[in-house]
């Protein structure tokens, strides 16, 4: 089963911050990119596959501050 998660996202300011995220979380295995804005990103992922706090963990390893809202 999927579920859906929203991480809060401090430090992104333009688009280069929003392409970064993006593409971090695109080349995750078991996640699905819904939406990346400037402060938070949207996305499916398989809680077998991957945690909430893996995925915060992705965007936090290319230098911004993240945190699951689900």
């Known amino acids: 089963m999927q ?11 333009c688009g280069a911050c929003v ?4 593409a971090a979380l695109g080349k995750t295995e078991g ?3 819904n939406s990346v804005e400037v402060g938070s ?5 398989h809680p077998e596959d ?5 995925i915060a963990d992705v965007v936090n390893q ?3 501050a ?3 809202e689900r």
């Open 3 to 13: 579920e859906v998660l929203v991480l809060s996202i401090e430090g992104m300011h």
């Open 19 to 22: 392409r970064r995220v993006t």
């Open 31 to 33: 996640i699905e990119v």
């Open 41 to 45: 990103a949207r996305v499916t992922f």
């Open 50 to 54: 991957i945690t909430a706090d893996k």
């Open 62 to 64: 290319i230098g911004f």
């Open 66 to 68: 993240a945190r699951a």
